[in-house]
């Protein structure tokens, strides 16, 4: 069971010369409190205080005062199921796990109990409950690598869009030089899944750099402008280069079979605390297999 209690976030905020004479909701709105949060502080038992004391987001703050807000989480999360996954950093705030491949993120119709949600239920036990699930960012269920979960409504609000992520991929073309790929892309014909370029489309664009060279395949490292479905899968796809493994846009399975592509870094500031932070997990064994 998880050390960090979720179902109370108590934040405290020395108030400096900035925000002297200044409103409490002008002061939480500059942090990332949003109008919605907001309104919840309002409601809830001591939501706000100063210097211990109950007050109105309209009351104003002087040098050196005590605010304090508490977050009560909502939501429900899925049922929990014990399964083996690293986790690579947790606070009270936020925590990041090491997706293994061929694992989904978030329940859906086929897949009920055996989620990456099922699994960070089952870690905070008895504090998951009137907690949700809240995924900063999801990776496709054969991707493998790092997923960032907030903990609670304001983390979730701060982070979202807010995180860079290094992902690495092996493509079945030797790829010498680094460059962008600047393709717009769109659901592809009545696919629900599968995705093509388009002039139609939404802008994608992608940045690569090769790392190595190995029989005929590359190592890239990849960075992403746009967050569109599929979109490393589909450019490398566009240019001759799929994926290995990845069977829905044409990759040579005979060395992998699932795409070969992992988030291996983050960078974000700390929703709370806005430090610089960095996480990185290792390769998985099937992955360092083609590498």
Request: net charge neutral.
């Amino acid at each position: 069971m998880s050390l960090f209690l979720l179902k109370m976030r108590e934040i405290e905020f020395k108030i400096s010369s900035e925000y002297r004479g200044r409103e409490i909701r002008e002061f939480l709105k500059s942090f990332g409190v949003s109008s919605s949060l907001l309104t919840k502080l309002k409601k809830t038992k001591n939501g706000i205080t100063v210097n211990g004391e109950f007050a109105r987001a309209i009351d104003t703050l002087n040098e050196n005062d005590i605010l304090k807000i508490i977050i009560a989480d909502s939501g429900n999360m899925p049922s929990p199921t014990k399964m083996d996954i690293e986790i690579c950093y947790e606070d009270r705030d936020i925590i990041v796990l090491n997706k293994p491949p061929f694992l989904p993120v978030h329940e859906s119709r086929n897949h009920i109990g055996d989620t990456l949600s099922n699994f960070v239920a089952y870690h905070l036990g008895k504090e998951s409950e009137n907690t949700a699930f809240r995924a900063v960012f999801r990776l496709d269920r054969d991707t493998s690598g790092l997923v960032m979960v907030a903990k609670n409504e304001l983390a979730a609000a701060k982070l979202a869009g807010k995180v860079k992520k290094d992902y690495y991929a092996v493509v079945g073309k030797v790829i010498k030089a680094g460059g962008i790929i600047d393709e717009p892309i769109a659901r592809c014909g009545d696919s629900i899944i599968k995705r093509c370029i388009s002039s139609e489309g939404e802008r994608a664009v992608t940045h690569y750099e090769p790392v190595s060279i190995k029989d005929g395949a590359s190592l890239l490292k990849i960075n992403l402008e746009t967050g569109r479905t599929h979109q490393i899968r589909v450019h490398f796809a566009h240019i001759g280069a799929p994926l290995l493994g990845d069977s829905l846009y044409g990759g040579d399975c005979s060395r992998i079979n699932r795409q070969a592509l992992h988030c291996k870094t983050i960078y974000f500031n700390h929703p709370i605390t806005e430090e610089e932070m960095v996480i990185d997990c290792i390769f998985p064994d099937d992955f360092k297999e083609v590498i």
